[in-house]
C-alpha cells in the first residue's frame, strides 16, 4: 500500500552508520537526552554558519561523544572533566578559495614559490587524473587552509556550546577536496562526478537546489548529471584501487513549481513532478548500499522538493566519513 521507509535508517548496521555517535556514562545520561540533542543541532548550525557556501560545501559533519577512562581518586567526580567529542567534517573546497589563498602565498618570500606555481598549474589542469607526487602536494595545501579553520571552530566550540568539556579534548578533523579544472563547464563536471566517487548524494541534492533557485531548467540540469555518472564510471574503470564503491544507479525526484527548460516562457504555478533514472536503485536490497539525501529549493513561483538516491555495488564496508 505504498509503504516508504527511509534508505538510510533501513541500512543501518549493516553498511551505514548513525550521523552522532554518544557514548553514555549512566542511567543519567539516558534521562537527559535532549541536551546533546540540542547541542548537535547548535554544533551543526555553528559549522555551517561559520564556512560560508561560496567558500566551500559541507558535505558531512559526523559527530562522536565518548567517555574517558575514568581513574579511582578522592576528587569529587565530574563527569564533564572525562568527555571528549570528536567532530569529522568533509569539505569540498571551491578552487576560486584555493586560488586566492596561493597568492596570498606568492606574496610571502619565506614559502618555495616554484612549489606553489606548480600547485597552482595542477589545480587549473584540464585532466583530473593526477600523478601521485602532485595530489600529495594538493592534498597538504588543503590541511594548511583546513588547519586555521579547525583551531577556529573548536575556540567558537568551546566558548559558545560546549564550555564544560575541557578545550584539550574537543578534537575537530577535517578532510578536504579541492576543485579541479580549467573552465566553468570541468570545475562543474568535477563537483558532481566527486558526489558520485565520494558516495556522497547530499553534493547532487544542494548543486540542484542552487542550480533551479537561479532559474535553470530541470532537463539541462539532468542531462550534466547524466554525462557525470557514465563519466565516473569510467574514471573508477581506470583505477579501481582508489575508489572503494562503484555507482550502478541514480535516480532523482523534483516535485513543486519548477521549470522544465532554461528558455521556458510558459510559466506554470501548477506543482508537477519529474523522475529521472539511469542504471539499478535496489532499494529492497539491504547488502546493496544505497546513499539518500533531499532537500527544498525556494524560488519566486514556490518551492520545488528535490530527493537523490545513489546506488551502489553489494558491499557490507561501512561508509566512514573522513578518517
Known amino acids: 500500500m505504498g509503504q516508504k521507509i527511509n534508505p538510510t535508517s533501513f541500512r543501518l548496521g549493516v553498511n551505514q552508520e548513525w550521523n552522532s555517535v554518544w557514548a553514555s556514562s549512566g542511567a543519567i545520561d539516558n534521562l537527559s537526552y535532549s541536551n546533546p540533542l540540542t547541542q548537535d543541532i547548535l554544533i551543526r548550525k555553528l559549522i555551517h554558519g561559520m564556512i560560508p557556501s561560496k567558500e566551500a560545501y559541507i558535505s558531512n559533519i559526523h559527530i562522536k561523544r565518548n567517555i574517558k577512562m575514568i581513574k579511582p581518586s578522592e576528587e569529587r567526580y565530574n563527569p564533564y572533566q572525562h568527555s571528549t567529542l570528536e567532530i ?8 576560486k578559495v584555493i586560488l586566492d589563498y596561493l597568492e596570498e602565498l606568492l606574496l610571502d618570500n619565506n614559502n618555495d614559490l616554484i612549489e ?22 594538493i592534498q597538504n595545501l588543503g590541511k594548511q587552509w583546513t588547519k586555521q579553520l579547525e583551531g577556529k571552530i573548536k575556540r567558537y566550540l568551546k566558548i559558545r556550546i560546549e564550555r564544560d568539556v575541557p578545550q584539550k579534548n574537543i578534537v575537530i578533523l577535517i578532510r578536504n ?5 580549467s573552465n566553468y563547464s570541468e570545475r562543474e563536471s568535477h563537483f558532481l562526478q566527486m558526489a558520485f566517487l565520494d558516495v556522497n548524494s547530499q553534493m547532487l541534492a544542494f548543486w540542484m537546489k542552487q542550480e533551479i533557485e537561479k532559474g535553470k531548467g530541470i532537463r539541462e540540469l539532468l542531462k550534466k548529471i547524466e554525462k557525470a555518472f557514465y563519466d565516473s564510471r569510467n574514471r573508477i574503470s581506470l583505477d579501481t584501487k582508489k575508489y572503494k564503491f562503484v555507482a550502478d544507479g541514480i535516480k532523482i525526484s523534483c516535485s513543486g513549481r ?11 504555478k ?3 513532478r519529474m523522475t529521472f533514472q539511469k542504471g539499478v536503485i535496489a532499494l529492497t536490497t539491504v547488502t546493496n548500499l544505497v546513499n539518500y539525501s533531499s532537500d527544498v529549493a525556494y524560488t519566486l513561483d514556490g518551492t520545488t522538493g528535490i530527493k537523490a538516491w545513489i546506488s551502489y555495488s553489494n558491499s557490507i564496508k561501512k561508509i566512514r566519513i573522513g578518517f
Open 177 to 181: 577536496q579541492i576543485q579541479l579544472g
Open 116 to 137: 606553489l606555481t606548480k600547485i597552482k598549474e595542477c589545480i587549473t589542469s584540464t585532466t583530473f587524473e593526477l600523478p601521485l607526487s602532485d595530489e600529495k602536494m
Open 88 to 95: 569529522t567534517i568533509d569539505l569540498y573546497i571551491f578552487q
Open 270 to 272: 501548477m506543482a508537477r
Open 258 to 268: 519548477f521549470l522544465l527548460m532554461d528558455n521556458e516562457k510558459r510559466r506554470n
